[in-house]
């Protein structure tokens, strides 16, 4: 060959010479094209195909902005194909800057996404093949409903990124040339490899010969040359790897947030769009997969658009479209409780399994904040082995090493973990994704199998054409991995028989990022606790009245409402990153939730009394009970307070209802309170509490172990201001730096006794908080315990601003412990490494504690989830202040309380989660007198088994209830019950049975292992 016309020896401009090549290329994709007729009609909301069929249109022109935001468009484009386009593939291209779908006799074929869509300029959808092969006089009528908004939805923050959204930029139709589409995309492949393949390799100078090559025999003018270059790619793409090659799975993937920059009725849209697109792709590429992992948006489409949903379902059955994750949503795990994360699983299994024939066994949580060491015996309880994350590699300090292992839980369960190395779960199947995904495996000793998703995400739209034409062109191309399409199950599976000598995570898997989410909108966290309480109250009473009274138990109400409260706590909903329209949705439907609530727990009660003047306590706890609480109006008690009320003592077992009457307690111990010109002191017989003119405790001596519990010369109830700008992320993030500027330390400027014993005493203090807010105070102490109460009001008006209060105690401890569902776990009070630094944040359940092994001390709360602990002092997050994507996040007033409980002995040994169930769910009063003596179900003889759950089987035979050890000690309980039972089974989260269980009577003699959940089915007599 001529030196002279030989590829020159300069990659990097050889390199900028394919780049100039692979534009020129795609430009030629698409040759001829024509304008369409086009009319339009501004839709009054989202509404429904049929009516935007029959609604009134008018014509419309190119280069017209649609608006407000948020609004929907409908669009009739009317077309006829030219006769000189006989024997063309021939598509419809749109543009309207926004997201769209395109619908073809009143059901939606597939969406569509728009220039300024948010991942980039250009439209990532623009195309809808409309006919393969043209006979030419063809009618081409569709409708497209266009949403103005992007990906992600619109910009609080910065309106500039508003300005593109709503243009009509393109509508027409063009012949597509499929001859440089498939040249195209061989070159791709063939091009990046030459760039993205380590230099020094010699793949990378193959492949970088290979594309020069194509560049100089591509002719323009030639066709022939066309099949010529495809050669070239076809003799380099076919040369193969060796067995030992790393084996990367793929899967389609949307990860469609269910509500976060736009409301959950736009959700259900994006669901259509991208579900409709999927299933077109599935029938142009058959090994494609595509996984949809919440089971409420495969609900949404079975209510809302069934022809759409009868067409999944086929694809479900042929192994395409994979229904995988097992829950109801992809929820949040730092907040919700317990019984909650349960019921993710039961309810979505149960979705999956009646409507797909299987349930999953792959856990889904690709984008959530971090997950509770409880997960994996929860996981395991509910059929699931598998679990999927990529989140921890957002984490600031301490990035994953490991992307394979086993992570196991409090109890010692396990479930195999995969982390997809690519760290994104929506990766574009790009060859430049594929080579990183290799590259930053963690686990290549132990195993060669990997799984990459790929999709548009977050805002949905999903996988593209691009990228399976990439993926069909990588299967099994030396220097690249052996890429595969792969259904979740199979990757698992693959990677469970691969896997050798796994390491093992013990614990939870703490997200060292986005912290600010345990605090940011405070209402929805307060809503859905106080929901989760009001279901749990209702299902054990609704229970008990159809053993005792007979009564039809709510099964379809209680489905209902577990749903929505389910559904809010979405890992973008409860954590408090949407925008403002989401927080008025679901306030709204905590709003329903509580007031049908109160009717069911009502009905219920209303079959369990007898009308009676007198009242009945309700104590809906599964310990036993002795209080300070306001009774009736017209009760005897031993104090009456400012409002009137009468206090008086009462006690009363786990789970029963008695006579009011017959549960009051004469009590001698009184409690006292002395003002001075110091403060205020408070005592009873257990402590006596010192507290100034500021609202500050400056001394609480417990009295029996006589012990100081206030760090000396400090002061505890110290409320403090701190400026919170996180450098990015506003609601997510509160980063470390936010302790090192105070901007408040707010004190009492009014302080006064409200109420002054025998049975309780309070002050009431004031204060103004930052700039604009103010917080009013009850502190009080009852003559019966060492509890100190905080009842809290604040009107909240500040701006990037965090308030916590702070309590350093006089103990010493390398660790404290928090309270996390069904157990605890315990964290570092120091800074030693990277990773207790990460933990200067952390989320906990309704306590934390501080002990010494002989003493400590719990912090309480009834709706807060952020606490910290550094060095003696231990504080609670009480508000945050973000402005981005809600700009009036936590504006308003917010009423929340906590406690401080002294104790003797550790957490563990206290029962302190007795304490804070009795500091969230009071007991309950309602007239009317039991039918029966004795009105309860169950009993356990040990307080350290929760008797967490009463309620009926999901199959309508008997009773379900949950139990779980707490303290994280074996131990050997007994169970009590009143009502005769055909039979008792174990049976797990699910209500599958396990194995039945021989009991002597009306008992059972349990043995539990360290935080064991055990669930029991009594089937009806």
Not at 145 to 150: D, K, L, P, Q, T
Not at 179 to 206: C, E, F, H, K, T
Not at 517 to 541: I, M, P
Not at 659 to 671: D, G, H, S, Y
Request: charged fraction near 20%; charge should be negative; proline fraction near 5%.
């Amino acid at each position: 060959m001529n030196g002279d016309i030989c590829m020159q020896k300069h990659r990097d401009l050889t390199l900028k010479r394919l780049q100039t090549f692979q534009k020129l290329l795609e430009s030629k994709i698409y040759t001829k094209a024509m304008p369409v007729e086009l009319s339009h009609f501004a839709a009054p909301g989202r509404i429904k195909v049929e009516e935007a069929m029959h609604a009134q249109y008018q014509t419309v022109t190119l280069g017209t902005r649609f608006q407000p935001f948020w609004s929907t468009h409908w669009f009739k484009v009317h077309s006829i194909i030219p006769n000189d386009w006989e024997g063309q593939e021939v598509h419809f291209l749109w543009d309207s800057s926004s997201e769209a779908c395109i619908w073809v006799d009143g059901q939606p074929k597939q969406g569509l996404t728009g220039s300024n869509n948010g991942y980039s300029d250009d439209p990532v959808r623009s195309a809808f093949p409309v006919v393969l092969k043209a006979t030419g006089g063809e009618v081409v009528n569709l409708m497209v409903e266009a949403a103005m908004n992007n990906f992600f939805g619109i910009s609080t923050s910065d309106p500039r990124k508003n300005e593109g959204i709503g243009w009509l930029r393109q509508a027409e139709l063009a012949i597509f040339d499929r001859n440089v589409w498939n040249i195209y995309w061989d070159y791709v492949i063939v091009a990046d490899m030459a760039r993205y393949l380590p230099q020094d390799s010699p793949r990378a100078g193959q492949a970088l010969f290979a594309a020069n090559q194509m560049v100089n025999t591509i002719d323009w003018d030639d066709l022939t040359s066309f099949q010529l270059a495809r050669e070239i790619a076809a003799e380099f793409l076919s040369q193969t790897n060796g067995e030992g090659q790393h084996r990367l799975s793929v899967l389609g993937h949307a990860h469609i947030d269910t509500a976060w920059l736009w409301p959950i009725a736009e959700t259900k849209r994006k669901c259509v769009r991208t579900f409709s697109s999927a299933l077109n792709l599935m029938e142009s590429y058959p090994q494609f997969r595509f996984v949809c992992s919440q089971a409420q948006q495969l609900n949404w489409i079975k209510l809302e658009y069934p022809a759409l949903y009868q067409r999944i379902q086929k694809k479900v059955r042929a192994g395409q479209f994979i229904p995988a994750g097992g829950t109801w949503v992809e929820p949040d795990t730092n907040v919700p409780n317990g019984e909650s994360l349960v019921r993710q699983f039961l309810y979505g299994q149960k979705f999956f399994d009646q409507e797909f024939g299987a349930i999953s066994e792959i856990f889904w949580e690709p984008d959530v904040f971090g997950y509770s060491a409880a997960l994996p015996q929860i996981m395991r309880l509910a059929g699931v082995k598998y679990f999927l994350t990529q989140k921890l590699s957002w984490n600031e300090f301490n990035k994953p090493i490991r992307h394979s292992f086993l992570w196991e839980g409090l109890d010692g369960s396990r479930v195999l973990a995969h982390f997809p190395p690519v760290d994104t779960y929506n990766s574009l199947a790009t060859v430049k994704e594929v080579l990183f995904n290799v590259k930053n495996y963690q686990d290549h000793e132990r195993s060669k199998e990997s799984i990459l998703l790929y999709g548009y995400g977050d805002g949905g739209g999903g996988p593209s054409v691009e990228m399976l034409e990439q993926i069909a062109r990588m299967g099994n191309v030396d220097g690249l991995p052996l890429v595969e399409h792969r259904s979740p199950q199979d990757f698992f599976e693959r990677l469970e028989h691969d896997l050798k000598d796994p390491t093992v995570w013990v614990g939870e898997l703490y997200f060292e990022n986005h912290r600010g989410t345990y605090t940011s909108q405070a209402a929805v966290k307060l809503g859905n606790r106080r929901c989760e309480e009001k279901l749990h109250d209702v299902e054990f009473l609704s229970s008990l009245a159809m053993l005792f009274s007979k009564s039809p138990y709510p099964f379809e109400e209680l489905l209902e409402l577990w749903q929505q409260v389910l559904t809010n706590q979405f890992h973008d909903i409860l954590p408090g990153s949407s925008i403002a329209e989401v927080y008025q949705d679901a306030k709204a439907v905590y709003k329903e939730v509580l007031a049908n609530g109160d009717q069911l727990r009502k009905k219920a009660l209303k079959s369990l009394l007898k009308e009676s003047e007198g009242y009945t306590l309700v104590n809906t706890l599964g310990c036993r009970r002795l209080e300070v609480i306001p009774l009736p109006e017209g009760s005897s008690g031993q104090q009456v307070i400012d409002t009137g009320e009468i206090l008086g003592v009462v006690e009363i077992g786990p789970y029963q209802l008695q006579p009011l009457e017959t549960t009051k307690k004469q009590e001698n111990r009184i409690v006292q309170i002395i003002e001075d010109q110091h403060g205020f002191t408070l005592e009873n017989d257990f402590v006596q509490v010192k507290i100034n003119m500021n609202g500050q405790i400056t001394s609480l001596i417990e009295k029996t172990n006589h012990r100081q519990c206030i760090a000396i010369h400090e002061f505890a109830n110290q409320f403090v201001l701190y400026e919170d700008l996180p450098y990015d992320y506003d609601a997510w993030n509160a980063d470390i730096y936010y302790a090192e500027k105070i901007k408040h330390r707010p004190v009492a400027n009014q302080i006064r006794i409200v109420e002054s014993g025998p049975l309780r005493v309070k002050i009431a203090l004031e204060m103004k908080v930052g700039k604009e807010s103010t917080l009013k105070q009850t502190i009080s102490l009852t003559a019966i315990s060492t509890q100190i109460d905080f009842e809290t009001w604040v009107e909240w008006q500040e701006s990037h601003s965090f308030l916590r209060v702070l309590f350093p105690l006089n103990l010493r401890s390398s660790f404290a412990t928090y309270e996390t569902q069904y157990g605890w776990v315990q964290r570092p009070t120091h800074y030693n490494t990277s990773f207790d630094l990460a933990q200067f944040e952390v989320p906990a359940q309704r306590w934390a504690d501080f002990s010494e092994p002989d003493f400590g001390i719990s912090l309480l709360n009834n709706c807060k989830y952020g606490y910290a602990c550094h060095g003696s002092v231990l504080s609670l997050s009480l508000l945050r202040a973000p402005k981005d994507p809600d700009p009036n996040a936590d504006m308003g007033a917010h009423h929340f309380s906590y406690a401080l409980w002294p104790h003797a002995l550790t957490p563990q040994l206290s029962t302190v989660w007795w304490q804070a169930a009795q500091f969230n769910q009071p007991l309950q009063f309602v007239k009317g007198l039991p039918v029966q003596n004795d009105l309860q179900l169950f009993m356990v003889n040990a307080p350290n088994i929760i008797l967490d759950t009463i309620k009926a089987a999901e199959d309508g035979d008997g009773i379900v209830i949950r139990m779980v050890e707490v303290a994280g000690i074996h131990t050997k309980s007994v169970l009590y019950w009143k009502n005769e039972f055909l039979l008792v089974e174990t049976c797990d989260l699910l209500e599958r049975k396990l194995e039945s269980v021989a009991h002597s009577g009306k008992k059972l003699e349990i043995d539990f292992k360290p935080f064991e959940i055990i669930s029991l089915h009594f089937h009806a007599d």
